[in-house]
């Protein structure tokens, strides 16, 4: 079978893998944390700015019109992008944070009261766990945990008694240190079932496999532009029609409003209602252009070519370092996507990582915005090497031969 | 590996493979005091016995990368038998050191501006390297913001001094 992707051909188009350090070039194994940007997407927003920009919704001429109509091209992209029912369901947030946030403050505090169950699991970044703790701490509402098995997939051994009475279950699609993709289906069928909705975490997901919110049947689901080739700055929160419709503003400001009296106002209609004041509007058209570029890769064949990227690293790195490499999450190539964690004997993460920078490799280390995780794996941090569409085996070797360096420091 | 010589000093990697003072003392009657990195996870905590305004002993726990477990390592030799006073005088001197001057917002402001001069810095000078890391110098200032804390609270505690 031919590779699913022309990776030297991709490389070509992302100007920042030209860039380099010393006089060497780059390895950029962080896309998990932020994604490279490539031409398209930073010539789209260039050009829009220096044709086409204009405020969106509140103006009568006609540049402001286009610019509306191309705002409004971008939701429907990302409808399409996540085979969303209805483009007015997508809201456009700050990024995924903020998604995950607004479910939290605006459903939560209208649907949640003191004694209510919320499950979350051990794996969730701290964007799907701190708005939850935000909200235990006013209501008095009770979290539950779904705890992990030890090849880090969730043990869903007692899911049926932990969303027993629970009102929403908050999980994430894919982990985004352990490369974890879970059986969203399965979940949020497991959820419904309890009576509870399922709030999803796509951040990770979205970007490095095909996504269809209607056959994943969940409620709410939030992502990031930046994590999928587009600027920073935009995220997406889909939600059911009648969920966002009956829950209460979040934000509040212009543009979210039908009306405004002294003594009170009326919501927009959907989405507006959730996106007060001017939105991130040439980000939008950034985050058009990379959904575009990523459909013109075709999702299947990213994530065709992550499942070969991660077996080629992981199958390498085992045969370089046997016992001094020890990488966290799932060997099974089905539940896993290119996103790495790993132990390098017995280094601190931001050792290694300072050892890599060295031969400009760039990976990340630290706790990656999951403590509760890192507790479970018994580790402060991880290194996190996570590949991307721009990324191919030499990148990996390329680790691997960085990694070499680090007995040059610490010793044999 | 070329380049990270000023960084990984052999002196540091000893103080990190064999760290000094490590363990804990009972608190109370000792101080302790606990500092995180929120970006790296390091987490390290510093036990202070301080008896007629002289730390008496200090033992550091916690767990953190080679940077910042060296730096507490040989801070903890540094502090221990020195008068708060001398102590501080350290921490001031370690701080600007790594180019951290105004020192003012956790605890460790120095009214008098610039350490004492004629401080000695002895090993710690080896983590002068980290500085043209950026960084990594919260790494090595953790533990010294951590015994910043325990000082503090030891001064309250000690009627002997004040």
Same mark, same amino acid.
């Given at each position: 079978?031919?590779?699913?992707?022309?990776?030297?051909?991709?490389?070509?188009?992302?100007?920042?893998?030209?860039?380099?350090?010393?006089?060497?070039?780059?390895?950029?194994?962080?896309?998990?944390?932020?994604?490279?940007?490539?031409?398209?997407?930073?010539?789209?927003?260039?050009?829009?700015?220096?044709?086409?920009?204009?405020?969106?919704?509140?103006?009568?001429?006609?540049?402001?019109?286009?610019?509306?109509?191309?705002?409004?091209?971008?939701?429907?992209?990302?409808?399409?992008?996540?085979?969303?029912?209805?483009?007015?369901?997508?809201?456009?947030?700050?990024?995924?944070?903020?998604?995950?946030?607004?479910?939290?403050?605006?459903?939560?505090?209208?649907?949640?009261?003191?004694?209510?169950?919320?499950?979350?699991?051990?794996?969730?970044?701290?964007?799907?766990?701190?708005?939850?703790?935000?909200?235990?701490?006013?209501?008095?509402?009770?979290?539950?945990?779904?705890?992990?098995?030890?090849?880090?997939?969730?043990?869903?051994?007692?899911?049926?008694?932990?969303?027993?009475?629970?009102?929403?279950?908050?999980?994430?699609?894919?982990?985004?240190?352990?490369?974890?993709?879970?059986?969203?289906?399965?979940?949020?069928?497991?959820?419904?079932?309890?009576?509870?909705?399922?709030?999803?975490?796509?951040?990770?997901?979205?970007?490095?496999?095909?996504?269809?919110?209607?056959?994943?049947?969940?409620?709410?689901?939030?992502?990031?532009?930046?994590?999928?080739?587009?600027?920073?700055?935009?995220?997406?929160?889909?939600?059911?029609?009648?969920?966002?419709?009956?829950?209460?503003?979040?934000?509040?400001?212009?543009?979210?409003?039908?009306?405004?009296?002294?003594?009170?106002?009326?919501?927009?209609?959907?989405?507006?209602?959730?996106?007060?004041?001017?939105?991130?509007?040439?980000?939008?058209?950034?985050?058009?252009?990379?959904?575009?570029?990523?459909?013109?890769?075709?999702?299947?064949?990213?994530?065709?070519?992550?499942?070969?990227?991660?077996?080629?690293?992981?199958?390498?790195?085992?045969?370089?370092?046997?016992?001094?490499?020890?990488?966290?999450?799932?060997?099974?190539?089905?539940?896993?996507?290119?996103?790495?964690?790993?132990?390098?004997?017995?280094?601190?993460?931001?050792?290694?990582?300072?050892?890599?920078?060295?031969?400009?490799?760039?990976?990340?280390?630290?706790?990656?915005?999951?403590?509760?995780?890192?507790?479970?794996?018994?580790?402060?941090?991880?290194?996190?090497?996570?590949?991307?569409?721009?990324?191919?085996?030499?990148?990996?070797?390329?680790?691997?031969?960085?990694?070499?360096?680090?007995?040059?420091?610490?010793?044999? | 590996?070329?380049?990270?010589?000023?960084?990984?000093?052999?002196?540091?990697?000893?103080?990190?493979?064999?760290?000094?003072?490590?363990?804990?003392?009972?608190?109370?009657?000792?101080?302790?005091?606990?500092?995180?990195?929120?970006?790296?996870?390091?987490?390290?905590?510093?036990?202070?016995?301080?008896?007629?305004?002289?730390?008496?002993?200090?033992?550091?726990?916690?767990?953190?990368?080679?940077?910042?477990?060296?730096?507490?390592?040989?801070?903890?030799?540094?502090?221990? +038998?020195?008068?708060? *006073?001398?102590?501080? #005088? !350290?921490? =001031?001197?370690? %701080?600007?050191?790594?180019? @951290?001057?105004? &020192?003012?917002?956790?605890?460790?402001?120095?009214?008098?501006?610039?350490?004492?001069? +004629?401080?000695?810095? *002895?090993?710690?000078? #080896? !983590?002068? =390297?980290?500085? %043209?890391?950026?960084?990594? @110098?919260?790494? &090595?200032?953790?533990?010294?913001?951590?015994?910043?804390?325990?000082?503090?609270?030891?001064?309250?505690?000690?009627?002997?001094?004040?």
């Amino acid at each position: 079978m031919s590779a699913p992707l022309d990776v030297a051909r991709i490389k070509k188009d992302f100007p920042l893998l030209d860039v380099e350090v010393d006089g060497r070039p780059i390895v950029y194994l962080d896309s998990a944390n932020s994604t490279q940007k490539p031409r398209a997407v930073i010539d789209a927003m260039s050009r829009f700015m220096e044709t086409s920009y204009a405020p969106i919704n509140r103006s009568a001429y006609r540049l402001a019109a286009e610019a509306t109509e191309a705002y409004e091209g971008a939701r429907t992209k990302a409808q399409r992008f996540i085979n969303a029912p209805r483009a007015h369901e997508l809201i456009f947030t700050k990024n995924a944070t903020e998604g995950l946030n607004l479910v939290a403050y605006s459903w939560g505090r209208a649907n949640l009261h003191e004694g209510d169950v919320v499950v979350l699991t051990h794996m969730e970044h701290h964007a799907n766990v701190v708005p939850w703790h935000i909200l235990a701490s006013e209501r008095d509402i009770e979290l539950r945990w779904v705890p992990l098995t030890s090849d880090g997939q969730l043990d869903l051994t007692d899911l049926d008694q932990l969303l027993d009475g629970a009102k929403a279950f908050a999980f994430t699609a894919m982990s985004n240190v352990l490369g974890t993709i879970n059986p969203v289906r399965h979940l949020a069928d497991a959820a419904h079932a309890a009576g509870a909705l399922a709030i999803v975490d796509g951040c990770q997901f979205v970007p490095h496999n095909p996504t269809d919110v209607q056959a994943m049947d969940v409620d709410f689901f939030a992502f990031s532009s930046h994590k999928l080739c587009g600027p920073t700055g935009l995220g997406v929160l889909w939600g059911r029609e009648a969920l966002l419709e009956a829950m209460p503003p979040f934000l509040g400001g212009g543009n979210m409003i039908a009306d405004v009296r002294l003594d009170g106002f009326t919501p927009a209609v959907l989405p507006d209602k959730f996106e007060a004041g001017t939105p991130p509007i040439t980000e939008a058209i950034g985050f058009g252009a990379a959904l575009d570029y990523l459909n013109d890769l075709g999702m299947a064949n990213v994530r065709r070519h992550e499942m070969a990227m991660a077996g080629y690293a992981l199958t390498m790195l085992n045969e370089r370092f046997g016992a001094d490499i020890t990488i966290h999450g799932p060997t099974n190539l089905e539940v896993r996507g290119a996103t790495v964690s790993f132990a390098f004997r017995d280094l601190h993460p931001h050792d290694v990582s300072q050892v890599l920078d060295q031969s400009n490799v760039y990976v990340r280390a630290g706790h990656h915005c999951a403590k509760p995780l890192m507790r479970q794996l018994g580790v402060a941090a991880t290194c996190r090497a996570s590949f991307y569409v721009y990324n191919d085996t030499a990148d990996a070797d390329a680790l691997a031969d960085a990694l070499d360096g680090a007995a040059d420091i610490f010793g044999p | 590996m070329p380049g990270l010589e000023d960084l990984y000093r052999e002196i540091i990697l000893d103080h990190y493979r064999n760290p000094r003072n490590r363990g804990e003392l009972e608190a109370p009657p000792a101080v302790r005091s606990e500092g995180f990195n929120p970006l790296c996870g390091d987490e390290v905590q510093v036990f202070l016995a301080v008896r007629g305004g002289v730390v008496e002993d200090i033992r550091i726990a916690g767990q953190g990368c080679s940077i910042s477990q060296s730096s507490a390592s040989m801070m903890s030799q540094a502090v221990k +038998g020195k008068s708060i *006073g001398e102590a501080r #005088a !350290l921490l =001031g001197a370690f %701080k600007s050191m790594m180019s @951290i001057e105004d &020192a003012g917002e956790d605890g460790t402001d120095d009214e008098d501006g610039a350490p004492e001069p +004629g401080v000695k810095m *002895g090993d710690l000078e #080896a !983590l002068q =390297g980290v500085v %043209k890391y950026p960084v990594r @110098i919260k790494c &090595a200032t953790l533990a010294w913001n951590t015994l910043a804390q325990g000082l503090d609270e030891a001064d309250q505690g000690d009627p002997s001094t004040n």
